[in-house]
């Protein structure tokens, strides 16, 4: 009995590599289809050369199996026969979903790209071909050396909101790229993100905490609106208000606070309730206070 298990233990191994080099063989580029790289070299020897430098000669190295031309162009042995161009796959001419099946094929799992599927660039029909250029070797294969230009060229109301008077530093070109300190990506993912308009994190706030830490330290008295959501008083691209506020102050704080004191209501320009930072004069610490005297955000 011992013996037949062993035997079969042996047995089995060795049919199944058998069965993988008939696979193989039947495999190989001239039954399936496939021409192999060295082919499109014969007529697109500028392609194939500048190819070279791209991170996808290189995919093999990465552990990407049958990662050539082919593995985005699709079987092109047909096609190689005479250039016939009804009979090669070009991802930037195929409708969304097909295109972005090729190479979701190798990056479907990929951390970043996880919720693709159904995120609103996927269901407005943009495929990876919409913000990539596979060939023309710039930074991550963007399109445009400069990503935001990308974003931009569809969202251009954003680029009214970068040219206001207080922003977030996106247009500051410090390097050759153009990229400033922040783009659109340090807040979005357009793949696909957890939370919602695309934004990276488990929330709006959660995703400010990432870069203005301090704001999320515990405090001894909080102002609540704080903690449940940023944007009630900032907005994320830009404002012609200070500091980025949804509206001057004392009319944002007056939104809330109508308590029937000096909070309220028609307050002379003169006003020490008014003027200058108006209610900041007097309740600086508006993101919470540390001061033992009381819970008014007072120093
Ligand atoms: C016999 C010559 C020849 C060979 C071999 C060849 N091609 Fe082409 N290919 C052409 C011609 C001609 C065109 C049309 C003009 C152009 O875009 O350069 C073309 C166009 C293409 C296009 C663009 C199609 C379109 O509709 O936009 C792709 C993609 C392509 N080839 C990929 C490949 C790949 C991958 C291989 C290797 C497996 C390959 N070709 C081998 C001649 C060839
Ligand atoms: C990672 C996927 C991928 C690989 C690998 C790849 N291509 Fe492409 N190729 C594309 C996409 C996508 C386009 C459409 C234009 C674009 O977005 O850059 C394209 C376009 C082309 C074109 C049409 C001309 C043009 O620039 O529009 C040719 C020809 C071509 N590829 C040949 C090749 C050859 C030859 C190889 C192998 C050396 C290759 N491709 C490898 C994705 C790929
Ligand atoms: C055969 C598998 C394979 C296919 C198909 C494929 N990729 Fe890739 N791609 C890789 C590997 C492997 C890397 C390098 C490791 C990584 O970044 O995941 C990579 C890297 C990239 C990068 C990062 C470049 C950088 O500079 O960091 C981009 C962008 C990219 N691919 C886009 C695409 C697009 C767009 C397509 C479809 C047109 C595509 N890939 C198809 C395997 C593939
Ligand atoms: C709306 C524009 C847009 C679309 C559509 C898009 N990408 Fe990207 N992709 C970007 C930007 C911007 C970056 C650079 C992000 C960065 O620098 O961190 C990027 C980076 C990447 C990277 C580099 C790895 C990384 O996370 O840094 C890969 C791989 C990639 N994209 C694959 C894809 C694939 C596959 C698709 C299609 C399913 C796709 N992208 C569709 C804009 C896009
Ligand atoms: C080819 C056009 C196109 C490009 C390029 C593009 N988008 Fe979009 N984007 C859309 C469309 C269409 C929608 C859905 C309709 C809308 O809200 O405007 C959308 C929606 C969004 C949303 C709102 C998501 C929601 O849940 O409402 C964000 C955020 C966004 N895009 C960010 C970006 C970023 C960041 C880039 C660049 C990396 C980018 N987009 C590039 C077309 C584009
Ligand atoms: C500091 C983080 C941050 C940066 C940087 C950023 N965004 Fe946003 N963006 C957000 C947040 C948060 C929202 C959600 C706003 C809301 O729902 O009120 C948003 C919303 C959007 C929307 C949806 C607008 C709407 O009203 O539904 C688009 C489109 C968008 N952003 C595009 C961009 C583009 C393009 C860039 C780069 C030029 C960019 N964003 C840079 C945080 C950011
Ligand atoms: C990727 C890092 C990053 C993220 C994420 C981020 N910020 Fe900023 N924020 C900055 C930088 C950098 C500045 C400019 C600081 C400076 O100039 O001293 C800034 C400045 C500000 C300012 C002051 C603007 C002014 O006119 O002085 C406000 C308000 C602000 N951010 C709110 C937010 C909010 C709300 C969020 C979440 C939606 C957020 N930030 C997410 C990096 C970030
Ligand atoms: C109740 C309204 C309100 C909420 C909610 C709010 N802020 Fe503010 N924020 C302000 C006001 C008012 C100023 C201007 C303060 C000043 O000029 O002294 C400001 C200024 C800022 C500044 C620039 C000055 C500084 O203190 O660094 C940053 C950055 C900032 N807020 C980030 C945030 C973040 C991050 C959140 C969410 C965790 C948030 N704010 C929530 C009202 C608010
Ligand atoms: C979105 C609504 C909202 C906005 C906008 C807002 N607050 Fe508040 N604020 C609250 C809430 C809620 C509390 C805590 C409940 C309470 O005691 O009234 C609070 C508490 C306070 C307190 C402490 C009161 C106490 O007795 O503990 C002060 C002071 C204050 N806010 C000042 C301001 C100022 C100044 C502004 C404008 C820069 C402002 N608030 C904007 C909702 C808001
Ligand atoms: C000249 C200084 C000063 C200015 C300006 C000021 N406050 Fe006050 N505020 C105080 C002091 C002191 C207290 C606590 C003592 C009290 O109850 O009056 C207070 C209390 C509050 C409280 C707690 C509830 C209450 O009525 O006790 C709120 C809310 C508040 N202020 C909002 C505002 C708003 C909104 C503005 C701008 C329209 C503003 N404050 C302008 C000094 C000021």
């Known amino acids: 009995m011992k013996k037949t298990a062993m035997r079969m233990k042996l047995f089995l191994p060795a049919v199944l590599a058998c069965c993988l080099l008939l696979a193989y063989v039947g495999l190989s580029p001239a039954d399936s289809g496939y ?15 500048s190819f070279r430098s791209n991170i996808h000669a290189k995919a093999a190295f990465y552990g990407a199996k049958n990662a050539g031309c082919e593995s985005c162009h699709g079987p092109a042995a047909a096609h190689a026969e005479a250039g016939d161009t009804a009979k090669i796959r070009n991802p930037a001419k195929l409708a969304a979903e097909a295109s972005s099946a090729a190479c979701l094929s190798c ?6 790209r996880m919720f ?9 029909e943009l495929s990876c071909t919409g913000c990539h250029k596979v060939h023309d070797n710039k930074r991550k294969l963007l399109a445009k050396a400069d990503e935001k230009e990308i974003c931009l060229s569809c969202h251009g109301e954003v680029r009214a909101s970068m040219l206001k008077r207080s ?4 247009r500051d070109s410090s390097s050759p790229s153009g990229e400033g300190k922040m783009t659109c990506s340090s807040c ?3 793949h696909g993100a957890r939370g919602e308009k695309l934004v990276d994190a488990k929330s ?3 995703k400010c905490y990432e870069c203005h830490a301090e704001k999320k330290a515990p405090v001894l008295w909080e102002h609540s609106p704080v903690k449940e959501d940023c944007l009630t008083c900032h907005t ?3 404002s012609s208000n200070d500091k980025m506020l949804v509206a001057k102050v004392p ?8 308590q029937g004191r000096h909070q309220t209501g028609t307050l002379a320009t003169n006003s020490v309730f008014a003027f200058n930072r108006s209610c900041l004069n007097c309740h600086p610490m508006i993101h919470g206070s540390n001061n033992p005297s009381g819970p008014v955000l007072q120093r």
């Open 188 to 190: 979005h993912n357009p």
């Open 35 to 49: 021409a192999g790289d060295d082919k499109c070299k014969e007529c697109h020897e500028g392609v194939v050369g």
């Open 251 to 258: 009319r944002l704080c007056q939104e809330c606070h109508m």
């Open 167 to 170: 922003k977030h530093p996106l």
């Open 236 to 238: 994320p691209h830009g």
């Open 116 to 124: 693709w599927k159904g995120s609103v660039h996927d269901s407005q």
């Open 204 to 206: 709006f706030n959660d």
């Open 107 to 112: 990056h479907g799992k990929d951390k970043g």
